[in-house]
Every structure is written in structure tokens, then in C-alpha cells.
């Protein structure tokens, strides 16, 4: 990782976002298989939905019918996964930012993946953006697989398996692995020699 880190610049540092989990979540799913674009358009007219607030609460999505929220250009999968999301979090199953203090990363994740539309991925990104967890390593995340590709000289993308091995080596600071693994990509695909 020296030689990534030298290549890249040594300023990799977690951005954490000061956002409560029900609108990180909701974000998440705004965001999926969109443009980072068209998902900021859409969730300009989601919360354009509910005037006077700056992010509706769960209870006011809840009392929304779908076709409202479709209107914000969500679609039909996606009024869904907010609905659900919602309804979580007024049972309890999301927990909220303090709660979160309690919690180890494997009980949030657990948690978080029992909602429809939240995948290992967005719990594991909620984990390192939104509560600044250090020991974070999305295996699964298709950039910081090409980034140990590409950091290690490998012939092809490493599977899940062996970046999670091979992770243990970077224990407690994961999170600024994967970090690097990102920048090395983009240093790559930006023109920079490796």
C-alpha cells in the first residue's frame, strides 16, 4: 500500500456526512443505478414534496401515497424501498445516530440489510460516510476490487474471499484502505503511471 499511497497522495480521510440513517438511507436508494445528476434531481423534487421541512420524516413518507411519490420521478421498486425503509424506522429496526454509538459494524449491517432495497453495500457505505467507521472494508465494491487489482498487479479482479483475507492485514483502518483502493483508480483512469 506504500507504493498506492505514495502515488496517490497521503490525504485519504473519511468524509463523514451529518445525516440521521432514515435520510442517508433514503439517499442510498435515490442514488442507485442513477447519474449522481439525475438522483440529485430526483431528490430535490422528493423533498420539494414536503415544504417547510428540510427532509421529511418518516411518519410524513409513510402518510404519502406512492403516486405522489412517484411524481418526484422515483420509481415504482424505489417508492417501495422507501416505504419500507420508513416503516423501519418507526419499529426500531433502523437505529438512530446515538444508537448507532452502541452498535459494532456487524449489528448495524445485520440491521440495515433487512430492508427492502438496502444491500450489504449501502450499510457498508452508511458505516464508513455517514457514522466515519475506520474498519470498513467493502469487499464487494467493484472499485476497491479494481484497486487491488490494480495495486497488486493481479491478472484479474480478486473475489470477495481473498480481499477479505488479505483486508486482515489492514486492521483497524480498513475503512482508509478502501479509501486508497478508490484513489488508485481514478489515479489510473486519470492518466497517472503505475
Excluded at 448507532?100 to 453495500?121: M, P, S, Y
Aim: one cysteine or more; aromatic letters at 8%; proline letters at 6%.
Amino acid at each position: 500500500m506504500r507504493r498506492v499511497i505514495d502515488a496517490v497522495g497521503k490525504d485519504a480521510r473519511l468524509s463523514v456526512r451529518d445525516e440521521e440513517p432514515f435520510q442517508s438511507l433514503v439517499r442510498a436508494v435515490v442514488n442507485q443505478q442513477l447519474s449522481g445528476k439525475a438522483a440529485a434531481t430526483i431528490l430535490g423534487r422528493f423533498k420539494a414534496l414536503y415544504p417547510g421541512a428540510a427532509f421529511p420524516s418518516p411518519e410524513d413518507v409513510l402518510r404519502t401515497h406512492a403516486n405522489r411519490l412517484r411524481s418526484a420521478g422515483l420509481s415504482r421498486p424505489k417508492v417501495g424501498y422507501i416505504k419500507d425503509i420508513a416503516r423501519q424506522v418507526t419499529l426500531g429496526v433502523v437505529p438512530t445516530l446515538a444508537e448507532c454509538d452502541g452498535l459494532e459494524d456487524a449489528e448495524i449491517v445485520n440491521r440495515l440489510t433487512q430492508i427492502k432495497g438496502i444491500g450489504r453495500w449501502t450499510a457498508e457505505m452508511f458505516l464508513m460516510f455517514n457514522l466515519g467507521r475506520p474498519d470498513v472494508l467493502p469487499v464487494h465494491d467493484l472499485g476497491v476490487r479494481k484497486g487491488f487489482q490494480i495495486a497488486f498487479k493481479k491478472r484479474k479482479l480478486p473475489e470477495p474471499e481473498l480481499l477479505d483475507r488479505h483486508g486482515e492485514i489492514w486492521k483497524p483502518h480498513r475503512s482508509t484502505a478502501a479509501l486508497y483502493l478508490w484513489r488508485i483508480v481514478d489515479f489510473v483512469e486519470d492518466g497517472g503511471k503505475w
